[in-house]
């Protein structure tokens, strides 16, 4: 790279390093001017100065006798002005008239602020993104209640059925134990009569007392699954 020749090319006579600074105005894109300050340390009046842009020469420029520094004028839209980092570096003439080179500088970045278009878009993006989100996070929420709700609703309606089958099923085997148990009493009760009685059978009424025989229990239809 050139810069780096001529390092090697000053060697021991190279002198102090320049400072490097942008100033305003400061460009807001790539279209706008850039304006790079390279300035010598004090005692270095009337130096010759060459701005770099990645090892490349980009402009030469020579500061008045009295003057320490110059300013680099870098057109916007040009190569240019669209890279970076830029450094800079002066030479001056030593004893005997012989050139004697700086260090040099510290780097330079270029950076460019983001047009308000795009960072409108990106916010808007990053909110419709995030509208989304929670569209559909309060769609799983709904859909998981619905099948709450339901699965609820099918266990209840099964328990009833339950309840009203078994219950059903207890009643009719009451019906017919206590049916057995009548149809019993009659069979005895007509083998016990007398058989020389002249009376006319006929249908023998039911004892009306319930004392002697059992009440049913009651029973409640209402049941916890």
Known sequence: MP????????GSLAIP???????????SSQEDPIHILCMAPRGFPGANFTLYQGGEVVELLKAPKD?????????????????????????????NRQPQLSNLSEPVHISFPV?????ALSLSLAG????????VTIALIIRKVKVKNLQKRRERESCWVNIATTDMSFDNSLFTIMTKKMTS???????????????????????????SSPEPPEFSTFRAC
Not at 17 to 27: D, R
Request: with cysteine.
């Open 115 to 119: 047009p308000t278009w795009i960072l």
């Open 17 to 27: 390093a320049p400072s490097i600074m942008l100033v305003p105005p400061h460009p």
């Open 185 to 211: 009493e009659e069979d005895a009760a007509n083998l016990d009569a007398p058989s020389g009685s002249t009376e006319t059978p006929g249908p023998r009424k039911r004892p009306t007392s319930t004392s």
């Open 128 to 135: 419709a993104a995030l509208l989304l989100a929670g569209l």
């Open 67 to 95: 003057q320490l520094r110059v300013i680099f004028n870098l057109s916007g839209g040009s190569r240019e002005a669209r890279g970076g980092p830029f450094c800079c570096q002066y030479s001056v003439l030593g004893e």
């Open 3 to 10: 810069w780096i020749v001529l390092l090697l090319a000053a």
